[in-house]
């Protein structure tokens, strides 16, 4: 029987032979069977006839090894990987006759087992095949495991998301699958091709439970498994740590998909629109950018010199003046003109530059200069 792991030294995991009925492991026999020889009563004749045999087989074993006795360069082979139901004779010894080398002798393992067989095991089903002279290298038993290929929770969640899209409507570019217990594995035949898909399944939009039977191929490997359907949605991601004041560069923002109830509603889902804004407070690399953490930074600082624009279709001035308050692209802030003492309101236009707009007056129809002159004086 297989244990399914490596072999305790104190307890032998053994190698089930092909054909055998029997309990108890020193009863197992290999695949091969002699006919019971017929009795038959000796005469005269018949002992001639074995007197000829006899020295007919002497003259011949002294010419040339007979073929199905002792060979020479037969080697049990080491710990071996079984791709098959069945182990055969060249899979267990090196430079077994052709004749033989198909010949199955045991039972692989379970698809991605581990199990042993006694070396005595294969030296007697060697045997009972007229194969002698077998070379062990003075080991006991040797390990078999069996090949499979493994489809891991990806294939599988893969292949619910897409019954889910043809069956039930659903993005798979906005979903995931969170399995129930650990997560799944289908073993297959290692020449079992193609991609997995979900069979018989359901699924409730309500409690968004879903289960299915994922198979490969035609029902030859399958898996029956359920879940919880969880919505996604892309969010920015920090990839580095910031502090207060700086800008956020390109690189610094990874896109990723997040469970939407595990992120804020104001979560940041554009990498683009953030680049040049400064953090306003420090943040950590892996943190969810949230619409607070970042904003333009401040082109115009409370206090500082500033040249104020004023333009119309026919008259463009500049002339000096001071912030009284900080404010970003776009924003509105109350600025002095220095020239005639004034407080103006202008739109942050650039660094160190703010636009005011013209008067009623100019909305009037009054002469250009006399605009400009009504307007910032």
């Known amino acids: 029987m297989y244990a399914g792991m490596l072999p305790d030294p104190a307890r032998e995991t053994v190698v089930l032979p092909l054909v055998s009925t029997a309990s108890d492991e020193s009863d197992l026999s290999p695949i091969v069977r002699r006919p019971r020889p017929r009795v038959v009563p000796l005469g005269t004749a018949v002992i001639l006839r074995a007197v000829l045999a006899v020295l ?46 198909a010949r199955p002798l045991f039972r692989s393992p379970a698809l991605g087992a581990t199990g042993t067989i006694q070396t005595r095991r294969i030296v007697e089903a060697a045997t009972a095949l007229g194969v002698t002279g077998l070379e062990t290298g003075g080991r006991l038993q040797i390990a078999v495991q069996r090949a499979a290929r493994r489809l891991g929770p990806p294939e599988i969640e893969a292949a619910l998301k897409h019954g889910l899209e043809t069956d039930y409507g659903l993005d798979p570019r906005t979903v995931a699958v969170r399995f129930d217990g650990d997560g799944p594995t289908l073993l297959a035949p290692v020449d079992l091709e193609g991609q997995a898909a979900a069979l018989d399944l359901s699924y409730d939009p309500r409690s968004r439970r879903v289960a299915g ?16 359907v969880i919505e996604m949605r892309e969010v920015a991601v920090l990839a580095r740590a910031l502090n207060r004041g700086e800008a956020v560069r390109d690189g ?15 979560a940041q889902a554009s990498a683009s629109a953030i680049l040049g804004e400064v953090a306003q407070h420090a943040l950590s690399a892996g943190t969810v950018l949230r619409v607070s953490d970042t904003a333009p930074p401040e082109l115009v600082a409370r ?14 001035l500049q002339m000096r003046g001071i912030a009284n308050e900080s404010g970003r692209m776009g924003a509105v802030v109350n600025v002095v003109n220095v020239t005639s003492k004034k407080v103006l309101q202008a739109t942050v236009i650039g660094p160190g530059r703010v636009s005011v707009s013209p008067g009623p007056t100019a909305q009037q129809g009054a002469p250009a200069q006399v605009q400009a002159t009504a307007s910032l004086r």
């Open 56 to 101: 007919t087989v002497a003259v011949l074993g002294a010419l040339a090894i007979p073929a199905m006795a002792r060979a020479d360069g037969l080697r049990l082979r080491g710990d071996v990987t079984a791709r098959g139901d069945v182990l055969t004779l060249a899979d267990l010894i090196e430079g077994a006759p052709s004749t033989l080398a």
């Open 213 to 228: 039977l994922v198979s490969l191929g035609e029902r030859q490997a399958s898996l029956r498994v359920s879940g919880v």
């Open 252 to 266: 610094d923002i990874a896109l990723e998909r997040r469970p939407r109830d595990a992120v804020a509603t104001d």
């Open 303 to 316: 206090g500082e010199n500033v040249t104020i624009v004023y333009e119309t279709p026919s008259i463009s």
